[in-house]
Every structure is written in C-alpha cells, then in structure tokens.
C-alpha cells in the first residue's frame, strides 16, 4: 500500500497562538517499503502519523492511500500507540481479538490467527493473562498483535518502543524487523532513535524542529534481514553520522566545541 | 514449549491464595482492637465513674441485643427495604444520568452545573417537606435515600466516563468503532472502576439517609427505635440499635466490595500492590 502526503500543513490553536506542528511536508511511500520518521520532540512526527492515519484532519494538504484521499481511518490500517493501549479487563487473546470485534470480523474466525501472531511474538501461553501480569515489553508486543489481526497492508507505529529499556527495545527491534519481513507490510515508524531507525528502515526520513518539515530522506542499503551486530559495522555507523551531520545543521545536536564555545 | 507460561499460570494462582490468607489473618486484629476497646468500656462503667445513663455498658448493651433480637431484625428489616429500594433507584438513575452527560458535551453544559448546584440544598433539610408530601410511609425515607446517594454515585460514574485517554479513543476510532462500540467496549468497562467507588461511598450514605428520615417521622424502623428508646432515657436500647446499624452498614459495604473484586479482578484496587511488576 503506498501513501502519498501532499504539502500536508497543520496548525494547531494553542492558548490564542497559532503553533505551526507541519509547514508544507510533503513524502511518498512506496508500497512494501519501512520508512522511519526521525526528528526531535515536538516537531510534528506523531501528527503527521496520525494525519496519514486519518484521526486528524490537516490545514492544508491531501494524503491519499493507494490514490484515495485520506478523510477518516480506513479498514486496511494498523497502529501502535506510544503507550500500548491494552484494555487491561480484557486478556491478552481478547485484547487482539478486540480488533475482530469492533471491526465485526468474527472473533471465532480469526483465533487462530490470534494466537499465531502471539506465537510470533513469542507470547504463545500467555493468551489468558491479563496486561498487569506482563511486562513493558510484552504488552507492546501484544499491541503489535492487535494492530496485525485484521491483515493491516499499512502499519503505522508511534514512538512504539519509546517507553522500553535498552536491550528489551532491541529484541523488538529484531522481532520487528522480522514480522514486517514476514508479512511484507507497508510500515511507518516513527521514533526519535537514530541507531533504531537506521537498524529498521529501508528510508530514514528526517524532520526538522518546529516549524517542521522533511530536511533530508537517508535510504539505508544494509541486506536484510539485519542482525543487530550490524549496528557495530562501518556502513551502519556511516549513516548514522549522515543523521548526526543532518540534525547538527538544522540545530537539533550540537556537538562538543559548538556548546564550549557558546 | 508450554511449562514455562503454566508454571507462571500457577504462580499467579498462588500469589493470589496468599493474599487471600493474608486478608484473613488480617481481620482478627481489628476485632482484637474491637475486644480491648470494649473490655475497657465495660471496666470504665463498672468501677470507674461513669453513670449508665450517660453511657451504658457494654453487656447491658448486648443484653438488650438478645433480648429484643426480634424488634431489632424486624426494625432493620425495614431500614434495610428502604435502603434497598433507595439504593436501586438511585443507581438507575444516576449511572445512565452519567453515561449521558459523558456522552455528549452539550447535554454536560446543560444538566452538570444543576446538578452540582442542587448538591449545595442539605438533604436533611428537606426531609421534613418530603413528609408534608410523602406522609409516613415507605416514600419519603427511599427518595431521602435516592438524594443522599445519587450525587456520588452519579459523579464518580461521570468522572470514569470521561477518564478515557486520548489513546484509546484514537484506537477506537482506528478500528472504525461506532459511537455505541466506544461506548460499550472502551468507555463503560473502563468507568467500572469509579462507578464502584461511587457506590461504595454511597452504601455508608444510604444507611445515614435512611436513619435521618426515620428520625423525621416514621413508625418503624431502626431511626425509629432510636428516637423512641431516647424519650425512654433507653441508652442501652438506642447503643444496641446503632449496632445493629452499624453492622448493617458493614455487611453492605462487604457485599459491595466482594461484588467489585468479582467484577473487576483486573483492577488496580482489587490486585494487592505487591503483586505489581
């Protein structure tokens, strides 16, 4: 599925000021692809997630999915929340089986694959416990799920793993990159993790502060599927430094003389 | 491949045994409290200075309890039809009152500053004009009990409505839920919580309402034991009738809490904290 964003602009009325989230952002996304979006706090990444998604409507501008304008969500779309969202009355099989319901697909039908995502993600047994009784990482996991069941062919992520610890946050990196391998998923990732977004993504899309906009778009040509020691390789950590140079110039990073000599 | 989450299974299960036997061994404490207190009571009245008709002891008040045990269960059992039908009426009109003003922001600007606004009238107060208007029966003391309770009841709900994160109404809407759906799967099991807090805070409320309108004007009832045993100068009947109230009180407090824990299992207020990771 690919989509189009078109000199999307957001406003937003914030105590009687206008505050300017996205000026004229315009990208495309080509069917199959994972594109990350990185940039600092407050520039507009979720927005413009959430405008693709169609939960909010831009100034100006048009999304189109597959050609079709964007005016509300859509039934081929999955999100992952910051937060993982989990209802926690409901147990981990009926809080991905949730999406089946509301979208009226028949729970009954679509178990199986229920619990073949959560076997995916390594959470088969744990169908019948409930949020609490797991940890950070395993109820993104199940979020990720949920976000899948409906054989979504957009998923967006907003800052998914934002809220993990490091190396819990690689492991879903490693099972992410699988999974969208797997099933071959239009991903939109945003996160504010460089090394994240050069592990996962085919293209590296990079924000600029506020008023914000795309500075620069990275393609990372490391093989798939990548192994995380590949973080440790030159070819990584070039790109890596092609970000840093890219957020040094827009004035989100200062390195070390800079700030000694300010 | 399965005996890792089995074993975790059965950890949960006997994690939860032992809390259950720690909330066990944690009652008797209270009533050992309870027991001391009343030990002393009694030693207080016997050989210190305390007349009995100013307070008396705690065995005449137990006498009293065995010997009028069928005045008090019959007394009660009225006191409690009250409290029942109150409770009932409130609860349906106040959970959908709040389901109601959580679901649209005009009706909230419409209905919410009245009913806040009339939460300033003292409920007592009008006890008397209820029974210009209701006469002694049955009426007057279930709409007292209707008032007293309806605010907490009604509010608590309202504020669970509305504790729906942005989050999960944007999940909600990813899914394409309907207005019904988001009510139904998102916004009500969520408000459970709080509407239970509500009524748990109205159980204690419904016995005072209850109470205060029999003292208005009743012939029958636990209020109106108390009222009768005080022009008596009756201090051990009236102590054995705020008693049995207060068991009461308790019983449906307990029923409450029991009906929360078995509703909401998966509630914060309901798992002990150190089962928390």
């Not at chain 2, 029966?137 to 608590?156: D, R």
Request: hydrophobic share 50%; aromatic share 8%.
């Amino acid at each position: 599925m690919s989509v189009s964003i078109q000199d999307v602009t957001k406003h937003y009325a914030k105590g009687g000021r206008t505050v300017v989230a996205l000026d004229r952002t315009s990208l495309f996304i080509e069917d199959g692809e994972f594109v990350s979006i990185v940039g600092p706090s407050g520039c507009g990444k979720s927005t413009l997630l959430m405008i693709m998604a169609g939960l909010v409507q831009p100034t100006e501008g048009i999304v189109t999915v597959n050609g079709r304008k964007v005016n509300g969500p859509f039934p081929e779309l999955g999100i992952v929340f910051q937060q993982d969202a989990l209802l926690p009355w409901r147990s981990v099989l009926a809080n991905v089986l949730l999406q089946a319901k509301v979208r009226k697909l028949g729970e009954r039908q679509l178990e199986g694959r229920a619990r073949e995502l959560l076997a995916m993600v390594g959470l088969d047994g744990f169908e019948h416990m409930y949020p609490h009784e797991l940890s950070g990482g395993m109820r993104q996991r199940v979020s990720i799920c949920r976000a899948l069941l409906h054989k979504p062919t957009l998923l967006l992520m907003d800052e998914p793993f934002g809220a993990l610890d490091a190396l819990t946050r690689d492991q879903l990196n490693v099972d992410l990159q699988r999974i969208c391998l797997e099933l071959g998923v239009t991903t939109v990732f945003v996160t504010h993790s460089i090394e994240e977004a050069v592990f996962l993504s085919d293209r590296m899309v990079i924000m600029s502060p506020r008023p914000s906009t795309v500075k620069e778009i990275l393609s990372i040509n490391l093989p798939r599927a990548r192994k995380l020691t590949v973080r440790a390789t030159p070819e990584f950590n070039a790109y890596s430094r092609e970000a840093i140079l890219v957020f040094e110039r827009v004035g989100v990073l200062h390195d070390a003389e800079a700030t000694t000599a300010a | 491949m399965l005996s890792t989450p089995l074993k975790r299974a059965d950890l949960g299960h006997y994690r939860r045994k032992m809390r259950s036997f720690s909330r066990r061994v944690e009652f008797p404490y209270s009533i050992a409290v309870l027991v001391v207190v009343g030990v002393f009571w009694e030693f207080m009245t016997r050989w210190g200075h305390v007349s009995p008709i100013i307070l008396p002891r705690p065995t005449a008040i137990i006498s009293d309890l065995i010997i009028h045990w069928h005045l008090f269960l019959s007394q009660a059992g009225m006191t409690l039809l009250e409290i029942v039908i109150g409770f009932l009426t409130s609860m349906a009109v106040a959970i959908p009152l709040a389901m109601l003003l959580g679901a649209s922001r005009t009706v909230e600007r419409m209905l919410y500053p009245i009913i806040v606004g009339s939460q300033t009238v003292p409920v007592v107060s009008i006890a008397p004009i209820l029974l210009a208007w209701f006469g002694f029966g049955l009426k007057p003391k279930v709409i007292v009990v209707v008032l007293i309770t309806f605010f907490p009841i009604m509010m608590n709900a309202f504020a669970g409505m509305r504790a729906m994160s942005e989050q999960v109404h944007n999940l909600a809407r990813s899914m394409g839920a309907s207005r019904f759906q988001l009510f139904w799967h998102f916004q009500l099991p969520g408000a459970l919580p709080n509407i239970f807090s509500g009524m748990k805070i109205a159980t204690t409320l419904s016995v005072v309402g209850a109470v205060v309108a029999e003292f208005v004007g009743s012939d029958s009832g636990l209020g109106y034991e108390i009222m009768v045993a005080g022009s008596n100068l009756d201090l051990a009947h009236q102590f054995a009738a705020v008693s049995v109230l207060t068991v009461m009180g308790l019983t449906l407090f307990a029923i409450m809490s029991r009906l929360e824990k078995v509703c909401l299992p998966w509630h914060i207020s309901v798992r002990s904290a150190h089962n928390s990771r």
